[in-house]
């Protein structure tokens, strides 16, 4: 088996948890963590076990030794990052939101494409056994046809203009952090793009929205509804309706450890315990892994264009709630 050679951009919360499941995963090497702190990336190396420390981004990129990275910085940094990552010939793992702004998106779609190497959104939640097995019973037609998704994501945080979710430039806000979990499920279950997106939300003294509610539609007259907030705690629980029964994704459903299935009106519903592995990364890692020892630059499970649709949805959203994101030019 290739092992595939990891690197990390980022050393922060998120990509310790992958850190911990990505050295667990058969045929996987955690090669190098790069920062532009070296103090940062050589404290994350040795608590990870990364054969290499680099105190630029550009460093890390550059390495030799890299087949993969894992792109964990705020979503302004992602889009320049990636691109200097898929033309120095490193597959990409862009951790979500992919970009900060629809036209980001697209250029490092662009890059990858243009250039022939893999690239993928790190939304695990697809990846997520008890998300895989819905997906299997709804397109086998177990609920029939579906028609709607609902989803919610709702928790408690104190406003701390220092902090990164509530920081306007590093991307912050519930839209980016949160919305593009029900918004990313509801595109997996219904596809392709809605034609309309109705938003509506609040705003956060930082400039940020604090909590938000979307209504998507597609040209058919499926719909979904999504309802995410950092001021009001909620469930987490998504719901798939067909024209025969439903889905609940038990709470919380971007990383779920059980479904329950109704496959008629009547039936009181058959729960099914499906937890990951680990903390739940290793899955979309195994992902990226195959794709690079098959020689495919796309992952049929969280492809490109289901990407560029949701920060499509996730770009007309921010207009209608009066929201300004941007890259940033980031010096590598």
């Keep these: 088996m290739q092992t595939i050679r990891w690197g990390i951009a980022g050393p922060g919360r998120i990509a310790a948890g992958v850190a911990r499941d990505l050295v667990a995963v058969e045929g996987t090497e955690l090669a190098a963590v790069g920062s532009r702190s070296a103090e940062r990336a050589e404290a994350f ?3 990870h076990g ?9 460093a890390l990129v550059d390495d030799p030794e890299v087949d993969a990275i ?8 992602h889009a320049d990052l990636a691109v200097a990552a898929l033309e120095a010939g490193k597959a990409v793992l862009v951790e979500k939101t992919f970009t900060a702004t629809l036209a980001g998106a697209w250029r490092v779609v662009d890059t990858a494409r243009r250039h022939g190497v893999f690239a993928m959104e790190a ?7 008890a998300v895989v097995r819905a997906r299997e019973i709804y397109e086998a037609g177990e609920i029939g046809e579906v028609r709607s998704v609902q989803a919610d994501l709702g928790t408690v945080r104190d406003v701390d203009p220092s902090d990164r979710l509530f920081d306007a ?3 912050g806000g519930a839209l980016l952090d949160l919305a593009v979990y029900p918004v990313s499920f509801a595109q997996m279950v219904l596809g392709g793009s809605p034609t309309r997106v109705h938003a509506v939300g609040r ?8 909590e938000n509610a979307l209504l998507l539609a597609w040209e058919d007259g499926r719909f979904a509804t999504a309802q995410t907030s950092f001021h009001s705690p909620s469930p987490g629980q998504a719901r798939i309706f067909g024209s025969t029964g439903w889905i609940d994704v038990l709470p919380r459903f971007h990383h779920p450890a059980a479904i329950v299935v109704h496959r ?10 499906l937890p990951a592995t680990g903390a739940g990364y290793s899955h979309e890692i195994v992902e990226v892994n195959s794709c690079l020892r098959a020689g ?5 499970v969280m492809p490109l264009d289901d990407t560029l649709a949701v920060q499509g949805v996730l770009a007309e959203a921010a207009d209608q709630l009066g929201l300004s994101f941007s890259e940033a030019a980031l010096a590598l």
């Design 50 to 58: 990364a054969s290499r420390a680099h105190g630029s981004y550009r």
């Design 169 to 171: 430039e590093l991307g």
């Design 123 to 129: 939304m695990w939640t697809r990846f997520q056994p």
């Design 296 to 300: 495919r630059t796309e992952s049929t």
């Design 203 to 210: 705003m956060e003294m930082t400039g940020v929205d604090a």
């Design 45 to 47: 190396a040795a608590e």
């Design 264 to 273: 008629s009106p009547d039936d009181p519903g058959e729960r099914l315990e």
């Design 70 to 77: 894992y792109i964990a910085t705020p979503h302004p940094q």
